[in-house]
């Protein structure tokens, strides 16, 4: 194959890749509605089975932050796709998502080193979602939404990262 060939090719594929990088992030509002708060469920539903399995007071006391923070946000997405009249996913559907969302223990891990770990990760990709989402959008109730979620989400970052370094 040709240099000229392989140049063209490359730069096809890397246009490719940007597109699909892109499209991964222009999510509709229904779709960015559907996403958090499917995220939303699953740091809940992690942050219930956190709070019960955990001996540490810290874990507990991170978790019930989590769960106050991220059920406040979801009903405040429930009340903005009442608003702007998006069709919602049925809520089955968001909870099955939510289940495939929350992360699985492994035996070799304790629970709490694996909750705090996923945590970490799993809260990084809602920060920059959001913050994906406030620059994107052309919506005010969904930018007001990711503006006033993010504060949030980056102290939720920042108390996971305590106790990641802690353990």
């Given at each position: 194959?040709?240099?000229?060939?392989?140049?063209?090719?490359?730069?096809?594929?890397?246009?490719?890749?940007?597109?699909?990088?892109t499209?991964?992030f222009?999510?509709?509002?229904?779709?960015?509605?559907?996403?958090?708060?499917?995220q939303?469920?699953?740091d809940?539903?992690?942050?219930?089975l956190?709070?019960?399995?955990?001996?540490?007071?810290?874990?507990?006391?991170?978790?019930?932050v989590?769960?106050?923070?991220?059920?406040?946000?979801?009903?405040h997405?429930?009340?903005?796709?009442?608003?702007?009249?998006?069709?919602?996913?049925?809520?089955?559907?968001?909870?099955d998502?939510?289940?495939?969302?929350?992360?699985?223990?492994k035996d070799?891990?304790?629970?709490?080193?694996?909750?705090?770990?996923?945590q970490?990760k799993?809260?990084?990709?809602?920060?920059e979602?959001?913050q994906?989402?406030?620059?994107?959008?052309?919506?005010?109730?969904?930018?007001?939404?990711?503006?006033e979620?993010?504060?949030?989400?980056?102290?939720?970052?920042?108390?996971?990262?305590?106790?990641?370094?802690?353990?």
């Open positions: 194959m040709s240099w000229m060939a392989t140049r063209l090719r490359n730069a096809g594929f890397a246009t490719l890749l940007g597109l699909c990088a499209n991964a222009a999510q509709s509002p229904a779709e960015f509605v559907n996403e958090a708060s499917a939303g469920m699953a809940i539903e992690a942050s219930r956190a709070h019960q399995k955990t001996a540490s007071k810290e874990v507990k006391d991170y978790t019930i989590v769960i106050n923070d991220r059920t406040t946000a979801n009903q997405l429930a009340k903005i796709a009442k608003q702007l009249d998006l069709p919602v996913a049925p809520r089955e559907e968001v909870v998502k939510a289940k495939a969302l929350i992360p699985e223990i070799d891990t304790s629970f709490d080193q694996a909750y705090v770990d996923s970490v799993t809260t990084q990709e809602a920060i979602q959001l994906q989402q406030a620059q994107t959008t052309d919506v005010p109730q969904i930018k007001a939404f990711a503006e979620t993010l504060p949030k989400l980056q102290n939720h970052l920042q108390m996971a990262r305590a106790l990641q370094a802690s353990r």
